[in-house]
C-alpha cells in the first residue's frame, strides 16, 4: 500500500458489518435499509435485463433516460435546470462521483476544506489526489459550522470545499444562511465546490437547500446524489453529478478511466424511480422521521447523550453518560456485551480528541429491530 493510503487498510463499514454477521448481532452500523425499496422500480430493473436493456455497455454518461430524469429531478424538487447531454453524468454510486470529481479537479498539493467528521472516502480520495485536507470541525452539541474558522482556514492553496447536507454522520443540514455564507466565501476566493446530497430526500426540519442555487454558485458547483438512500436499493451503486458542462466533462474524464460506465440495467430503473409521485418522498420522509423519533428516544432512556438528526438515517450520540470514553473500544466491546453493532464517529476525524466518544446508530430498520436493539442497550 503505498504512503497516501497509508492507515486506511479497511473501511469502518466493512469491519463492523463482518462483526455483526460473526456475532450475530443487529447491525446498527452500515447505513443500509433491511427493506427494500418500491416493488415497482425493482420490476423496472428485472424487465430492463429480460428486455435485454442495458445488458451491453451502455452510453459512457448514462443512458438518456436517467439523466434526462435526473435533470427534471433538480428542476421538479430546487428548479435548477440541467442540460440532460452536457450536464449531468451517471457514476457508479455517489462514492465514483466523489473520486472522479476529486481526481479531475485537483492538482497535487492542493487544499481541500472539508466538513469534519467526514465521510471515510473524502479522506482516502482526497489523499489519492495528491491533495491535503482541511478540516473544519463541526463542534458539539450543535454540530454547526463556524463559519469565521472556514474563513481562516482558506489559504492560496485552498482549491475546494467539500460540503455534505445533510450531513453523515451528525445528521446537520445547513440552513439558508450558512449556505449563504459558504457561498459568499467560494466566490470571493473563486473556489470549486463539491456538494454531496445523497440524503437531499431525508431532511426531516427545514428541507434540502441546494448550494448550486444560490447566486455565483452554478457555475462552480459540482453537485453529487445517489439513487441508494432515496430508493433504498444500496446495493445498485447508480450515482450522479450535475454541474456545469465544463466541469462535468472534466468529471467524465476521470470517470472514463475508473469504471468506464456504470451497470445498465439498474439506470432504467432509477429512471422510472426519480420520477415516483411526490406521495412516494413524503411517505419516505415521514416513515424515517418516525424511526428516528423512535431510536432517539430508546437511546436517550439507554442512557445515550443524543444529539437529534435534522437529516440522513443517521443518530450521532455521545457515550460519555454511560461512564465511556472512547467509540472504537465501545464499538469494538458492544456485539459481546449487548448484541448490537454501531459505527465510532471516531474514525472520521483528523481531530480524534473531538470524536472520540461519539458514536453513530442508524435507524433505517424495521421499527421491531429498532425495538430489539433498543432493548439490548438498556441492559448495557
Ligand atoms: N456520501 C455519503 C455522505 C454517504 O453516506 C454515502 C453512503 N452511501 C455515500 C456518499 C456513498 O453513496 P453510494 O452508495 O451511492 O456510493
Ligand atoms: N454510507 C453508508 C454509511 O455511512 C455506507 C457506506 C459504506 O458502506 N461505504 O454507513
Given at each position: 500500500?503505498?504512503?497516501?493510503?497509508?492507515?486506511m487498510?479497511?473501511?469502518i463499514?466493512?469491519?463492523?458489518?463482518?462483526?455483526?454477521?460473526?456475532?450475530?448481532?443487529?447491525?446498527?452500523?452500515?447505513?443500509?435499509?433491511?427493506?427494500?425499496?418500491?416493488?415497482?422500480?425493482a420490476?423496472?430493473?428485472?424487465?430492463?435485463?429480460?428486455?435485454?436493456?442495458?445488458?451491453?455497455?451502455?452510453?459512457g454518461?448514462?443512458?438518456?433516460?436517467?439523466?434526462?430524469?435526473?435533470?427534471?429531478?433538480?428542476?421538479?424538487?430546487?428548479?435548477?435546470?440541467?442540460?440532460?447531454?452536457?450536464?449531468?453524468?451517471?457514476?457508479?454510486?455517489?462514492?465514483?462521483?466523489?473520486?472522479?470529481?476529486?481526481?479531475?479537479?485537483?492538482?497535487?498539493?492542493?487544499?481541500?476544506?472539508?466538513?469534519?467528521?467526514?465521510?471515510?472516502?473524502?479522506?482516502?480520495?482526497?489523499?489519492?489526489?495528491?491533495?491535503?485536507?482541511?478540516?473544519?470541525?463541526?463542534?458539539?452539541?450543535?454540530?454547526?459550522?463556524?463559519?469565521?474558522?472556514?474563513?481562516?482556514?482558506?489559504?492560496?492553496?485552498?482549491?475546494?470545499?467539500?460540503?455534505?447536507?445533510?450531513?453523515?454522520?451528525?445528521?446537520?443540514?445547513?440552513?439558508?444562511?450558512e449556505?449563504?455564507?459558504?457561498?459568499?466565501?467560494?466566490?470571493?476566493?473563486?473556489?470549486?465546490?463539491?456538494?454531496?446530497?445523497?440524503?437531499?430526500?431525508?431532511?426531516?426540519?427545514?428541507?434540502?437547500?441546494?448550494?448550486?442555487?444560490?447566486?455565483?454558485?452554478?457555475?462552480?458547483?459540482?453537485?453529487?446524489?445517489?439513487?441508494?438512500?432515496?430508493?433504498?436499493?444500496?446495493?445498485?451503486?447508480?450515482?450522479?453529478?450535475?454541474?456545469?458542462?465544463?466541469?462535468?466533462a472534466?468529471?467524465?474524464?476521470a470517470k472514463?478511466?475508473?469504471?468506464?460506465?456504470?451497470?445498465?440495467?439498474?439506470?432504467?430503473?432509477?429512471a422510472?424511480?426519480?420520477?415516483?409521485?411526490?406521495?412516494?418522498?413524503?411517505?419516505?420522509?415521514?416513515?424515517?422521521?418516525?424511526?428516528?423519533?423512535?431510536?432517539?428516544?430508546?437511546?436517550?432512556?439507554?442512557?445515550?447523550?443524543?444529539?437529534?438528526?435534522?437529516?440522513?438515517?443517521?443518530?450521532?450520540?455521545?457515550?460519555?453518560?454511560?461512564?465511556?470514553?472512547?467509540?472504537?473500544?465501545?464499538?469494538?466491546?458492544?456485539?459481546?456485551?449487548?448484541?448490537?453493532?454501531?459505527?465510532?464517529?471516531?474514525?472520521?476525524?483528523?481531530?480524534?480528541?473531538?470524536?472520540?466518544?461519539?458514536?453513530r446508530?442508524?435507524?433505517?430498520?424495521?421499527?421491531?429491530?429498532?425495538?430489539?436493539a433498543?432493548?439490548?442497550?438498556?441492559?448495557?
Open positions: 500500500l503505498n504512503r497516501r493510503l497509508a492507515g487498510g479497511t473501511t463499514f466493512a469491519e463492523m458489518s463482518a462483526l455483526a454477521t460473526a456475532t450475530g448481532s443487529i447491525n446498527l452500523g452500515q447505513g443500509f435499509p433491511d427493506t427494500d425499496g418500491p416493488r415497482e422500480i420490476e423496472a430493473a428485472a424487465r430492463a435485463v429480460l428486455e435485454g436493456r442495458g445488458n451491453q455497455y451502455p452510453p454518461p448514462g443512458i438518456p433516460e436517467l439523466r434526462t430524469a435526473v435533470a427534471e429531478h433538480q428542476q421538479r424538487f430546487y428548479g435548477l435546470s440541467y442540460h440532460p447531454d452536457t450536464e449531468v453524468l451517471v457514476t457508479a454510486g455517489a462514492t465514483e462521483a466523489i473520486a472522479a470529481a476529486l481526481l479531475a479537479l485537483l492538482e497535487p498539493g492542493d487544499e481541500v476544506i472539508a466538513f469534519e467528521p467526514f465521510y471515510d472516502s473524502y479522506a482516502a480520495c482526497i489523499a489519492m489526489a495528491g491533495a491535503t485536507r482541511v478540516p473544519l470541525t463541526l463542534r458539539q452539541p450543535a454540530f454547526r459550522p463556524d463559519l469565521d474558522e472556514l474563513r481562516s482556514l482558506i489559504t492560496p492553496r485552498t482549491r475546494l470545499l467539500l460540503i455534505n447536507t445533510p450531513h453523515n454522520p451528525t445528521g446537520t443540514v445547513l440552513h439558508p444562511d449556505l449563504a455564507a459558504i457561498a459568499a466565501l467560494a466566490v470571493e476566493h473563486d473556489l470549486l465546490v463539491i456538494t454531496d446530497e445523497v440524503y437531499e430526500h431525508l431532511v426531516f426540519t427545514g428541507g434540502h437547500h441546494p448550494i448550486a442555487a444560490l447566486p455565483g454558485m452554478r457555475e462552480r458547483t459540482v453537485a453529487i446524489s445517489s439513487a441508494g438512500k432515496t430508493f433504498s436499493f444500496t446495493g445498485w451503486k447508480v450515482g450522479w453529478v450535475t454541474a456545469a458542462p465544463e466541469l462535468v472534466a468529471v467524465r474524464t472514463q478511466y475508473l469504471t468506464y460506465v456504470s451497470a445498465g440495467p439498474f439506470q432504467y430503473a432509477v422510472e424511480a426519480l420520477r415516483l409521485p411526490a406521495s412516494y418522498f413524503e411517505q419516505f420522509r415521514a416513515d424515517l422521521r418516525r424511526k428516528r423519533d423512535l431510536l432517539a428516544t430508546g437511546l436517550a432512556d439507554a442512557g445515550f447523550g443524543v444529539h437529534e438528526p435534522e437529516g440522513t438515517y443517521f443518530i450521532t450520540t455521545d457515550i460519555t453518560p454511560l461512564g465511556e470514553k472512547d467509540g472504537i473500544e465501545f464499538c469494538r466491546a458492544l456485539p459481546e456485551r449487548c448484541g448490537v453493532v454501531a459505527i465510532p464517529n471516531q474514525v472520521f476525524y483528523d481531530n480524534t480528541e473531538a470524536g472520540r466518544s461519539l458514536v446508530f442508524t435507524f433505517c430498520k424495521k421499527d421491531e429491530v429498532l425495538l430489539t433498543v432493548e439490548r442497550l438498556r441492559r448495557l
